[in-house]
Every structure is written in structure tokens, then in C-alpha cells.
């Protein structure tokens, strides 16, 4: 049983509390504390980041990304929880492939973290959730939804209909072309067809537009948006590094997103983390589609708040609080019963993204000299494992096993 003391992110406000931790818990929150060492914590404390969607690569295609190198660039960002895609070389479809994954990835994380399946005919206990895919992207997989079987856990849709895809093909060489030959119409036709299928908790994953994430919303279903859908549009100069799927949209689609992010439609944003090498990602026609985020999803969105374009309660909401909620993890909050993940920052520490600083195997971000607040200090249940800059932990990141939770 250990104490702490500081500003913590506690109901909406910070409050200047004693925190007692037990086992990686919180399992009291007091004004007053006598008869226990206080560690003391500086700064403004918000809960740790819960990202419900990256690609870690791992196994198969590690010289982009393993666990240990996406989930270190993790926790340098803030975010102490996530959650891994399934869409692997080998698609994580059954619990052999599952198990596969798991032992491939061991006891290299950094962060906790949850595993999809693709949603199929099999139903695998310990997944966080199924993701379907209902137009192709990195890896290929497209899901017969009419032939699947489903959990009640939260289903991640990667909302393109491949009808609509096939409909639109073309020649790219530019991420106007690419916008051209993924439109937004078919983003709004697979939340439609979605829809159709009626199933329970559904998630739309990396909405570009506030036109799709209020037909989505409208439907019931929850809603995600990324920073690079947000920050960066299809009049950039990134070339074949934006890159991404569903596209980068027009700079007025870009613009009235980054408007709304105050807005009640939009429940999480996450990094869609998707890396790529450099070498990989030269020429345009050839490029896969993807780009790195997780280290800069929450720098980004603090640095945000400061600018006033979002509020410090949709912040944390959209990072931590809903995230956890739909995916059913015990984290997101400071409270009593919730896991002791903790992200200490500076809101006046302003400084510059670069690439070369960050911790992804692959070694770039589309958001090279954007504003971003990184933490100054990082926990992990209780255990202070980034501080300054340094990590100053072995990689102790358990699997949440949703069978158990």
C-alpha cells in the first residue's frame, strides 16, 4: 500500500488529494492523510491514455513495429493502455492464431494492453472485441458479416464499403487521388450497410467527417475520430507518408472536424496507430496505407486544449474515459476501484514533435513540428515508469484478458 499527493483530474476538475493505492489500485481518494510515506507528484495529473486502436505489427512485420517498441512509444506519450488490431500477416481469426499472437509478443510491453480478433466464425473468449472490415485495407481482410459469430463485446468497424471501393478505383499517385478513389460516400454507405446488420455495440473507427460521424451517431452506434483526420488534410505536402485508410479529406472537411471536436457525437479519439517504414512508404502507387500515432495522440490534443479548440473535459473523455468505458477496462478515471494510471504534465511545457525523438521502430510522423505537451512523468498501476524523458521501468504491461473481466 503506497500514497500519493497532488492535482489530480478528479470529476471533471483538479483537486488537491491523497490517493492510496493498493495492488495497482486506487481504493481510497482522501483529503487528508496520516501514518504512510507520500509520494509527492507534480504537475497537473490526469488518468493514463487508453488507446482502443493501434497496429503493433507483432507478429509478423516487426522491422515496422513489435510490442516492445509501439507500446514504449506509448507511454512516452501519456497512453498506459492499448489495444491491438488484429489484421496481422497471419489474421488473428481463432484462438490458435490468438495464442499465437500472445506468445509472440510475451513479456515485451510496456503498456497493458487488449487483442481484437477479426470478427469470423469463431468467438474468442479472451479478445477485447471482433473488428470488421468492410472494405479492404492494409492486410486485406474483408468480413462476411452475415457468416460471422458474434460476443456482446464492442465491434470496431472500419466503416468503407468495398462495393463503394470497387466503384470508385483509379490511378494514385497523390493524396487527392487517393481521397478520389475512397470518397466519403462510401464511409457512409458502410455505416448504413453496418446498420442493416443489426448488431449490438457497434464502433465506428477513424470517422473523417463530421457528416459520417452524425450519421453514425444517429444510428447508435459510437464514434472515433484520429488526430490525423483532425490536424492534417489532402492539400499537404506529406505525399506518400498521409497516406492512410479511409483518406485524408479536403482541407474544409479537415477544418469543420478539428471545429466540432467539443461535440457530443464524437466519443473517442484514437491513433489508429499504423507504422510504416520510410523505404516502404516511397513512391505513391506502392505505398501501403498507414501512419504512426500513438506517441502523439495525447501531446497533440493537450496542446489543443491550450489553444482552446477543445476542452480539457473532451480531452480526457475522448482519450481515457470513453475509451475504457466501451472496450469495459478498468481505466480511464481516477477513482476509487480503477487502476492507478497516472500521466503527470505541464501545460505551459509546449514543444515542438520530431520524429527523431519518438520511439517508433519506424522512425517518422506526419506531425513533424506540430505543438504537443508530452508527460513528465508516466504510472502504470501504481509504478512510475517514464520520468523526464527516460523510462525507468522493464517492460511490465499485463494482458487484459476479457474472459476475466
Given at each position: 500500500?503506497?500514497?500519493?499527493?497532488?492535482?489530480?483530474?478528479?470529476?471533471?476538475?483538479?483537486?488537491?488529494?491523497?490517493i492510496?493505492?493498493?495492488?495497482g489500485?486506487?481504493?481510497e481518494?482522501?483529503?487528508?492523510i496520516?501514518?504512510?510515506?507520500?509520494?509527492?507528484?507534480?504537475?497537473?495529473?490526469?488518468?493514463?491514455?487508453?488507446?482502443?486502436?493501434?497496429?503493433f505489427?507483432?507478429?509478423?512485420?516487426?522491422?515496422?513495429?513489435?510490442?516492445?517498441?509501439?507500446?514504449?512509444?506509448?507511454?512516452?506519450?501519456g497512453?498506459?493502455?492499448?489495444?491491438?488490431?488484429?489484421n496481422?500477416?497471419?489474421?488473428?481469426?481463432?484462438?490458435?492464431?490468438f495464442?499465437?499472437?500472445?506468445?509472440?509478443?510475451?513479456?515485451?510491453?510496456?503498456?497493458?494492453?487488449?487483442?481484437?480478433?477479426?470478427?469470423?466464425?469463431?468467438?474468442?473468449?479472451e479478445?477485447?472485441?471482433?473488428?470488421?472490415?468492410?472494405?479492404?485495407?492494409?492486410?486485406?481482410?474483408?468480413t462476411?458479416?452475415?457468416?460471422?459469430?458474434?460476443?456482446?463485446?464492442?465491434k470496431?468497424?472500419?466503416?468503407?464499403?468495398?462495393?463503394?471501393?470497387?466503384?470508385?478505383?483509379?490511378?494514385?499517385?497523390?493524396?487527392?487521388s487517393h481521397?478520389?478513389s475512397?470518397?466519403?460516400?462510401?464511409?457512409?454507405?458502410?455505416?448504413e450497410?453496418?446498420?442493416?446488420?443489426?448488431?449490438?455495440n457497434?464502433?465506428?473507427?477513424?470517422?473523417?467527417?463530421?457528416?459520417?460521424?452524425?450519421l453514425?451517431k444517429?444510428?447508435?452506434?459510437?464514434?472515433?475520430?484520429?488526430?490525423?483526420?483532425?490536424?492534417?488534410?489532402?492539400s499537404s505536402?506529406?505525399?506518400p507518408?498521409?497516406?492512410?485508410?479511409?483518406?485524408l479529406?479536403k482541407?474544409?472537411v479537415?477544418?469543420?472536424?478539428?471545429g466540432?471536436?467539443?461535440?457530443?457525437a464524437i466519443?473517442?479519439?484514437?491513433?489508429?496507430?499504423?507504422?510504416?517504414?520510410?523505404?516502404?512508404?516511397?513512391?505513391?502507387?506502392?505505398?501501403?496505407?498507414?501512419?504512426p500515432g500513438?506517441?502523439?495522440?495525447?501531446?497533440?490534443?493537450?496542446?489543443?486544449?491550450?489553444?482552446?479548440?477543445?476542452?480539457?473535459?473532451?480531452?480526457?473523455?475522448?482519450?481515457?474515459?470513453?475509451?475504457?468505458?466501451?472496450c469495459?477496462?478498468?481505466?480511464?478515471?481516477?477513482?476509487?476501484?480503477?487502476?492507478?494510471?497516472?500521466?503527470?504534465?505541464d501545460?505551459?511545457?509546449v514543444?515542438k514533435v520530431?520524429?527523431?525523438?519518438?520511439?517508433?521502430?519506424?522512425?517518422w510522423t506526419?506531425?513533424?513540428?506540430?505543438?504537443?505537451i508530452?508527460?513528465?512523468?508516466v504510472?502504470?498501476?501504481?509504478?512510475?515508469?517514464?520520468?523526464?524523458?527516460?523510462?525507468?521501468s522493464?517492460?511490465?504491461?499485463?494482458?487484459?484478458?476479457?474472459?476475466?473481466?
Open positions: 500500500m503506497e500514497a500519493f499527493h497532488g492535482l489530480f483530474y478528479i470529476s471533471g476538475e483538479f483537486k488537491d488529494k491523497y492510496v493505492v493498493e495492488d489500485k486506487i481504493i481518494i482522501k483529503d487528508e496520516s501514518g504512510m510515506e507520500i509520494k509527492k507528484i507534480p504537475g497537473h495529473i490526469l488518468p493514463g491514455g487508453v488507446d482502443m486502436h493501434v497496429h505489427r507483432d507478429p509478423g512485420e516487426t522491422h515496422k513495429e513489435d510490442f516492445g517498441s509501439g507500446s514504449l512509444s506509448a507511454v512516452f506519450g497512453t498506459t493502455t492499448v489495444c491491438d488490431m488484429p496481422n500477416i497471419i489474421p488473428i481469426i481463432d484462438s490458435k492464431s495464442r499465437s499472437k500472445l506468445d509472440a509478443i510475451g513479456n515485451r510491453s510496456f503498456a497493458d494492453f487488449g487483442l481484437y480478433q477479426a470478427a469470423s466464425v469463431n468467438v474468442i473468449p479478445s477485447i472485441g471482433e473488428k470488421i472490415f468492410l472494405g479492404k485495407s492494409t492486410g486485406g481482410l474483408l462476411d458479416v452475415d457468416k460471422c459469430n458474434w460476443s456482446n463485446k464492442v470496431v468497424v472500419h466503416a468503407e464499403l468495398q462495393e463503394c471501393l470497387d466503384n470508385n478505383v483509379r490511378p494514385e499517385d497523390n493524396l487527392i481521397d478520389a475512397r470518397p466519403l460516400e462510401c464511409e457512409m454507405a458502410a455505416i450497410e453496418i446498420f442493416r446488420v443489426n448488431l449490438s457497434i464502433h465506428v473507427a477513424h470517422l473523417t467527417s463530421v457528416r459520417t460521424i452524425q453514425a444517429s444510428l447508435g452506434f459510437t464514434t472515433e475520430v484520429t488526430p490525423h483526420h483532425i490536424l492534417l488534410n489532402n505536402s506529406l505525399g507518408l498521409g497516406k492512410v485508410n479511409p483518406p479529406r482541407r474544409s479537415q477544418e469543420e472536424l478539428l466540432n471536436l467539443n461535440s457530443n466519443d473517442v479519439i484514437a491513433s489508429d496507430h499504423a507504422p510504416h517504414t520510410l523505404d516502404e512508404k516511397e513512391k505513391f502507387p506502392e505505398a501501403p496505407s498507414g501512419l500513438v506517441e502523439t495522440r495525447v501531446p497533440l490534443l493537450l496542446a489543443l486544449y491550450t489553444r482552446h479548440l477543445i476542452s480539457l473535459e473532451k480531452v480526457v473523455s475522448a482519450l481515457m474515459q470513453r475509451p475504457a468505458e466501451i469495459h477496462i478498468n481505466k480511464g478515471y481516477i477513482s476509487e476501484g480503477y487502476d492507478a494510471d497516472f500521466i503527470s504534465v501545460f505551459k511545457k514543444k520530431r520524429g527523431e525523438e519518438l520511439h517508433s521502430k519506424c522512425g506526419p506531425f513533424e513540428n506540430f505543438d504537443g508530452f508527460p513528465n512523468l504510472y502504470l498501476r501504481g509504478e512510475m515508469i517514464i520520468q523526464d524523458g527516460e523510462i525507468h522493464s517492460p511490465t504491461g499485463e494482458f487484459i484478458n476479457a474472459k476475466q473481466q
